[in-house]
């Protein structure tokens, strides 16, 4: 039996409240809840893509059949969240975060978010972020402390680089002056998408006439800064849990391998290369690949968790 999919709005701060999208399993396989934030320009959705004609797209609902509690949250200032009048910084937005998955996971350990899900109590926190996503799950955990472990899904902490049309320079080197000034020469489609992935889902994704489900009509003002060298670093520096970093073949940032270096008090590093796949990992053929990796950096973190807590007392 699939698993079901369940909507709630959690009230934060300001009088704001934020969309979540839970992904309950038929029967949880363990501890791990797995709490997706969608990048720049897209939703909550972008975890549940829905493609005429192509199916298995979802991220969310092929964690949840496999019993993997999962909920996607929109940002504060995106998609069907409060987009406040007043412009966005980060410290805002990833406060409202952390206030959103601290209250669904009360929820959850107290039994009291569904009626057909038991209390789990020993409910741990997982964070993972789509590109600004990761940025933003970052800076939750250095201010917050939200999460258990974290991962960031193709998001550079060194600086953010993206693909452009024929006949210009990229950006490395540039200032950024002329970073911002050449944003309207970028190509979004070969910046996101690999060359396999079917036609029309790349038209749907680039359409801004006519965004679909996936995508959201707001960004908040603050996702102009990742285009920084080393935006957001600080934080990733002060995060002391373990971390995943995930990159696509064609990715948006300068050098993979100078990002784990940002993440110098993690106890634990690791990082995926994933083939065949451009920036937006869950339109490529080869996402499943991300989807696994998350789901076994779950029980690894879990595991650990275990036999930390089995360690006798030092003195």
């Known amino acids: 039996m699939p698993c079901r999919r369940v909507d709630r709005r959690i009230d934060v701060d300001g009088g704001a409240s934020l969309a979540v999208t839970a992904y309950l399993p038929e029967t949880v396989s363990g501890d791990a809840v797995l ?8 939703g909550r959705h972008y975890f549940d893509l829905e493609l005429d004609g192509h199916p298995d797209h979802s991220q969310a609902r092929w964690h949840a059949d496999r019993g ?24 805002q937005v990833a406060a409202a975060g952390d206030a959103a998955v601290r209250a669904v996971l009360d929820q959850l350990r107290a039994g009291t978010f569904d009626a057909a899900v038991p209390a789990r109590p020993g409910a741990v926190a997982i964070g993972a972020g789509q590109s600004m996503g990761g940025h933003i799950v970052a800076w939750m955990q250095a201010a917050h402390e939200t999460f258990a472990a974290v991962s960031a899904l193709g998001s550079s902490f060194t600086q953010t680089r993206l693909v452009m049309r024929s006949g210009r320079h990229p950006f490395r080197g540039l200032s950024m002056r002329e970073v911002y000034a050449a944003m309207a020469d970028v190509d979004f489609v070969a910046s996101f998408h690999w060359h396999e992935e079917p036609a029309e889902f790349i038209a749907a994704d680039m359409d801004r006439e006519n965004l679909p489900p996936w995508r959201s009509a707001t960004v908040p003002a603050c996702a102009a800064e990742l285009m920084e060298p080393f ?9 002391r849990v ?16 100078a990002d784990l270096g940002v993440f110098r008090s993690a106890p634990d590093l690791a990082m995926l290369m994933v083939p065949r796949s451009a920036h937006m990992h869950n339109f490529a053929p080869t996402r499943h690949l991300v989807w696994a990796r998350l789901e076994s950096f779950a029980e690894q973190v ?7 807590a089995a360690v006798p007392a030092g003195d």
Do not use: C, K, M, N
């Open 231 to 239: 935006a957001v670093a600080r934080q990733a520096a002060a995060i």
């Open 302 to 308: 879990l595991a650990q968790r275990r036999l930390a």
């Open 35 to 42: 709490f997706l934030f969608p990048g720049g320009g897209y």
């Open 68 to 91: 993997l509690l999962t909920v996607t949250v929109d940002h504060l200032g995106v998609g069907d969240s409060t987009v406040p009048e007043q412009p966005l910084d980060f410290a």
């Open 242 to 257: 373990p971390v995943l970093l995930v990159y696509g073949e064609q990715d948006v940032t300068v050098e993979p391998l």
